[in-house]
């Protein structure tokens, strides 16, 4: 694990200080041209500082990336600060069922969970932000040596013992939860703040096809996401309920990107033997995109680990998302 007084980390805490003086002068430059620059305006004049990850407008567009893996079985449900997350990511685990990994910046919320533990198939899919904080509650025991090689920021109960607790209403282990704020402040120097990671928000595209309901099969759990023309949203569904945040509140997301991967074996097993997925997001394939209540076939590209994830239609154009949070499920070929 890299400790803040190591002398190795301190200097690539100067190379990481300088690299994010140049992506804040770059950033400045982009909101100052309005063109060209993901998340620098709206293409109606409106300027201000938006983020990359949802289009919107707020406060600090390059604030701390944290990533947290959120419980999804049964027993997990329903979440707590899930509604928040700029984007969550839909994986599968073991025996077919899914996790989430859900990426914050844009606002923290007070508490987020249950949380749960890490998968190697994080690894790469979260170099696309660079060097973000990575919250989760555990790892098989092979796979703790390979997450602390990787330039992932990780604030597990181990390092950051101030940002987790305990709720008395579940049993373990679907009872631990994160104070994002805290987990940010124990984290080592030079998390990635918020980034271009490929997402293009604008109109909609010509085309695609009219459509109220999308479903996703994995081997053990089912999503559907329903278009509401009164919430202007895709709203969730989990093995045929309604998915809703603790609060009562419905989950849902102005886009949905369905991303059809090659899952296959990764190195590692869970305690019962049972293999742990990998899904490969480095590489292309096929994916649809949800917005507006059409559904838009699309193909996703992403040469390498460290860059980001292009979307495009099927005449090769950028796929433009709708402003607001984004759900991206890592769906089987």
């Not at 060209?36 to 604030?63: H, I, L, M, W, Y």
């Not at 997990?76 to 859900?102: F, H, K, N």
């Amino acid at each position: 694990m890299r400790t803040a007084g190591s002398g190795q980390g301190t200097g690539r805490r100067a190379v990481r200080t300088r690299i994010r003086a140049l992506a804040a002068a770059v950033a400045v430059a982009c909101a100052a041209l309005l063109t060209g620059c993901p998340g620098a305006g709206n293409g109606d004049g409106e300027q201000g500082s938006r983020s990359p990850f949802t289009g919107e407008s707020v406060a600090d567009a390059s604030a701390p990336v944290l990533a947290v893996k959120i419980d999804n079985v049964s027993a997990a449900r329903p979440q707590t600060g899930l509604e928040r997350a700029d984007i969550v990511y839909v994986e599968q685990v073991e025996s077919g069922l899914t996790r989430l990994l859900a990426v914050y910046s844009s606002e923290l919320p007070p508490s987020v969970g249950p949380v749960r533990s890490a998968r190697e198939s994080d690894i790469e899919l979260l170099r696309q932000f660079g060097e973000p904080a990575l919250a989760y509650s555990g790892a098989q025991s092979g796979l703790v040596p390979v997450l602390e090689a990787s330039p992932l920021h990780l604030v597990p109960p181990g390092e950051a013992p101030g940002a987790y607790s305990r709720s008395a209403d579940r049993s373990a282990p679907h009872n631990m939860y994160l104070d994002p704020r805290a987990a940010l402040r124990e984290a080592p120097d030079g998390v990635s703040g918020a980034s271009d990671i490929g997402f293009r928000f604008g109109p909609a595209p010509r085309g695609g096809r009219a459509g109220t309901e999308e479903a996703v099969r994995f081997p053990a759990a089912r999503y559907s996401f329903t278009w509401s023309r009164e919430d202007d949203r895709w709203l969730v569904s989990i093995d045929g309920r309604e998915a809703a945040t603790a609060d009562g509140d419905r989950l849902g997301a102005p886009t949905v990107i369905v991303q059809r991967v090659e899952i296959r074996d990764s190195r590692f097993q869970d305690r019962g033997g049972s293999v742990s997925p990998y899904s490969e997001t480095v590489g292309s394939g096929e994916a649809t995109v949800l917005r507006g209540g059409r559904a838009y076939e699309a193909r996703w590209s992403r040469p390498s680990a460290e860059s980001g994830t292009e979307f495009t239609t099927a005449e090769g154009e950028p796929m433009t998302f709708a402003e607001g949070r984004v759900w991206v499920v890592l769906a089987p070929r």
